[in-house]
């Protein structure tokens, strides 16, 4: 009885432990940048539009970057060196920012820190976990990642609450310089807090038993196996792994024994091709400009001083709280479900967002605190839509959708795809903003995803339910 309540806390901290890493992901993110932003304008006056924009996406890029390296490195010294590793290159991103001094280039090379160990950590985490999980907690425990991901973006917008009424809005003309200094360096500060429990947190636990295993560490691996499964369970693990080993051996000497089909066979390219448009219109539908510059886009709404950090934090706590409903529905309402009437919502949204900013525009409308909540409102039906349909099911699509023989390659191009458009939009928004207007901006973002719910309405099969090969058959 013992044993099996220690198996259980291990497992418990475990799950608690790398699914913290979400945190990391969500603050190191464009959403904590968007608290700064306003602040970084002020106290920078000299950083132009574009630079502005390429200092949100530089976090992103070093995500893109570094997602290349993490599973090369993760073979090479391990699960867990390899997250230890992101957590101190992750910490020392604020550190880097917070002395910069305002130096642009400086403040560039902290933002690409935190990137490079957000994008080890994204890959990474959820590696250990799988290898770590036994089958009944493998789905849990992927989505407690997810779900602390967006707490941490959550937490940013709780974060800039804090800051604003502590030190005085960004947009205040009475707040001191030396105060708005202080603003964006407690942002990027409270950062790399986290990445140090993180750091902490990691050392008790034990080396991916795949990985071990893969090594030829047996015992270690029976050892990782046993703390989180007990011994008996630990064995039979063990056993199927061997198995499995073998079984994979057979099927490569079959395959290469037998003729090679045509990669531009239909079953492969349509379900590709279906993935990489629902990756890409992932982005296109604005979702990245909007966490790194809802601040920005509510005050220029017309909420004013506080009143824009109010809206970003009941903003970012409806997407979490539809993320988590989104966990419960997927398995039951299915994947294109959600998918259809989170798109239709991102829709709604946008044009209303849009509406609003051309009546701001054309001199129809005067920012006021009536319009600014009226945007809060249409950009929290955006959020909202997003996070219960897209934020969760288009992972599982992606990996459900490609077939066995292209998965692997198929979901690095459509990854980079989607990795590039949300790096080009973070690079881009406020430059688009300058020469279209946000008016403009997010009647595109409506298009685009018009395009999104067609694919995902009729393109698109439910895949709830059916095992990889039944949806690869489907194809065929």
């Known amino acids: 009885m013992e044993t099996a309540t220690r198996v259980k806390r291990y497992a418990a901290y475990l799950v608690g432990v790398v699914g913290f890493s979400g945190v990391l992901y969500g603050l190191g993110g464009a959403a904590a940048m968007a608290v700064a932003l306003p602040y970084i304008k002020a106290t920078c006056p000299a950083f132009t539009s574009g630079e502005l924009s390429r200092l949100v996406a530089a976090c992103m890029f070093g995500a893109v970057a570094s997602s290349f390296l993490a599973g090369p490195l993760s073979d090479w010294i391990g699960r867990k060196k390899t997250l230890l590793l992101s ?84 947009d205040d003309a ?107 219109c992932n982005q296109t539908t604005g979702i990245n400009g909007v966490l790194g510059y809802s601040v920005m886009i509510f005050q220029q709404s017309g909420l004013a001083g506080k009143f824009a950090n109010y809206a970003d934090t009941i903003f970012k706590l409806v997407m979490l709280v539809m993320t988590a409903l989104a966990c419960v529905l997927v398995d039951r309402k299915g994947r294109k479900f959600l998918l259809e009437v989170g798109t239709l919502g991102i829709i709604a949204g946008s044009l209303g967002t849009g509406a609003i900013f051309l009546g701001l525009q054309w001199g129809m409308l005067q920012p006021s605190l009536l319009t600014g909540w009226a945007v809060a409102g249409f950009l929290t039906l955006f959020i909202a839509a997003f996070a219960v349909g897209p934020g969760v099911c288009v992972w599982l699509a992606l990996t459900e959708l490609m077939p066995n023989r292209i998965r692997a390659v198929g979901m690095s191009v459509a990854l980079l795809a989607n990795q590039g458009v949300a790096f080009g939009l973070q690079a881009t928004m406020l430059p688009l903003r300058d020469a279209v207007g946000y008016g403009w901006l997010f009647i595109i973002f409506a298009a685009c995803t018009v395009v999104y719910f067609v694919t995902a309405a009729f393109f698109m099969p439910e895949t709830k339910g059916k095992t990889l090969e039944e949806i690869e058959e489907y194809f065929k």
Do not use: H
Not at 218 to 234: H, M, S, T, V, Y
């Open 174 to 280: 009475a707040v001191e310089l030396a105060k708005k200094f202080l603003a964006w360096k407690s942002v990027f500060f409270t950062e790399s807090i986290p990445a140090v429990l993180l750091f902490f947190g990691l050392l008790p636990l034990k080396e991916s038993p795949r990985w071990l295993y893969r090594r030829g560490r047996k015992d270690e691996a029976l050892a990782a196996l046993a703390a989180n499964n007990g011994e008996e369970k630990a064995k039979r693990v063990l056993d199927e792994m061997i198995a499995a080993d073998a079984k994979e051996a057979a099927q490569k000497a079959a395959l290469a024994a037998a003729p090679k089909d045509s990669l531009l066979q239909k079953k492969y390219v349509v379900p590709f091709l279906i993935a990489f448009v629902i990756l890409v």
């Open 87 to 170: 957590a101190l290159v992750f910490a020392c991103g604020g550190p880097v920012i917070c002395f910069s001094g305002g130096n642009y280039w400086m403040m560039l090379a902290g933002q690409l820190t935190f990137g490079t160990g957000m994008g080890i950590l994204g890959v990474v985490s959820p590696m250990y976990l799988a290898e770590c999980l036994d089958a009944e907690s493998r789905g849990k425990g992927t989505a407690f990642f997810q779900l602390l991901l967006i707490a941490g973006i959550m937490l940013s917008g709780i974060t800039g609450l804090v800051i604003a009424n502590a030190l005085g809005a960004a």
